[in-house]
């Protein structure tokens, strides 16, 4: 983990960030995957949303949130006036798809964090949105989503809320109610920033 911490403080730049992640030898997610999917949107927008990790789709295409679940956090959006390329910066907590899809091992996570914090940092956005367990273990060191979800935390030095993943709403559509609940809650943030 040292060496991750080491090779993402270096970076300058988001760009620069990028390239310390093609370059990172450590973690052998890398060798399973791809293509590097390292963000999409609009660096420097005020939300910034943090995923799990690439699918199929996300790995084939080296973007975030592009394949079902993706097309549901789009809709989730407009839903309350945020498009993803103008209003919104998007990365996840792993820049490689695990193996067949299976949970980040929490080594993983661990390792790749680093890296997760100085992206926060040059992306500048004034506010975090946890998709899911993953990403409130990585940012938060909490896991519980359905304790955690729409309750503002605080985490390297942003607002933090935690929602439920999209890929969850898919397979639990009752469950959008809450989500809508925890969007509504953003919608009034941002709207109190302006
Ligand atoms: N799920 C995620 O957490 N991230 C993606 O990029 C796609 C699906």
């Known amino acids: 983990v040292e060496v991750a911490q080491k090779a993402a403080k270096a970076a300058a730049s988001l760009p620069g960030l990028r390239d310390a992640l093609e370059a990172f030898d450590h973690c052998d997610l890398k060798r399973g995957a791809r293509n590097l999917v390292f963000s999409d949107g609009q660096p420097g927008a005020r939300v910034m949303i943090i995923g799990e990790a690439p699918g199929r789709e996300e790995d084939l295409q080296g973007k975030p949130f592009v394949g079902r679940a993706g097309q549901l956090l789009d809709k989730m959006l407009e839903a309350i006036g945020l498009s993803r390329a103008e209003s919104v910066y998007i990365t996840n907590v792993l820049p490689w798809r695990p193996p067949q899809n299976r949970d980040p091992l929490p080594a993983e996570i661990a390792m790749l964090t680093p890296f997760l914090e100085r992206h ?27 304790r955690l979800r729409g309750k503002w935390d605080q985490a ?16 639990q559509p009752s469950q959008k109610r809450l ?16």
């Open 156 to 171: 390297w030095t942003k607002p933090v809320i935690p929602m439920f993943h999209p890929a969850y709403l898919l397979r």
């Open 120 to 146: 926060v940092a040059l992306a500048e956005s004034d506010i975090l949105v946890l998709m899911g367990n993953i990403s409130c273990q990585a940012v938060l060191g909490k896991r519980g989503i359905t």
């Open 179 to 194: 989500a809508w609940a925890d969007l509504l809650e953003l919608k009034a943030r941002l709207a109190s920033l302006s």
